[in-house]
């Protein structure tokens, strides 16, 4: 007797449970996830440790002395009110839609008067905010 080996037949994968599965999961990851944008400023914590940020051009420059006072790119203000400091954060800005600013406070200035830097340069649409630390060694 004779038996001839014939072509064994070749597995058929059937990918219908596997693409169901796949939509299942996005499905559940579409209803779970929360699609609300919260507003919030990006800040760096003061007293990193790490690499330092390289410096970039035409950053403009706010520190805050802990007596209250404004310097703007070298320009000097004394304990200016939010619009005084609006004004002056417009100009120092210039034609630039989305400036790099970099808020550099004293230790012991007031936190109002860093709020009210960020605020500010918040309200007139500048989000690229960065406050200004001494990096500390190990």
């Keep these: 007797m004779k038996l001839s080996a014939g072509k064994p037949e070749e ?29 919030s400023l990006k800040v760096d914590l003061p ?10 051009d035409l950053a403009v420059d706010i520190i805050i002395n802990a007596d209250g006072q404004f310097i703007v790119n070298e320009v ?4 200016p009110s939010p ?3 609006s004004a002056h954060l417009k100009q120092a800005v210039g034609e630039n839609e989305d400036p790099h600013i970099i808020i550099s406070a004293d230790a012991n200035a007031e936190y109002q008067n860093i709020v009210t830097a960020m605020d500010t340069a918040q309200q007139l649409g500048y989000s690229r905010l960065t406050l200004a630390t001494r990096q500390t060694t190990k």
């Excluded at 000097?76 to 304990?79: E, S, V």
């Design 11 to 39: 597995p058929d994968v059937n990918l219908t449970p596997m693409i169901d599965v796949v939509f299942l999961l996005l499905l559940f990851f579409m209803v779970s996830t929360s699609f609300i944008r919260e507003s």
């Design 47 to 56: 007293q990193a440790t790490g690499q330092a940020i390289p410096e970039q």
């Design 76 to 79: 000097t203000l004394d304990k």
């Design 83 to 85: 619009e005084q400091l």
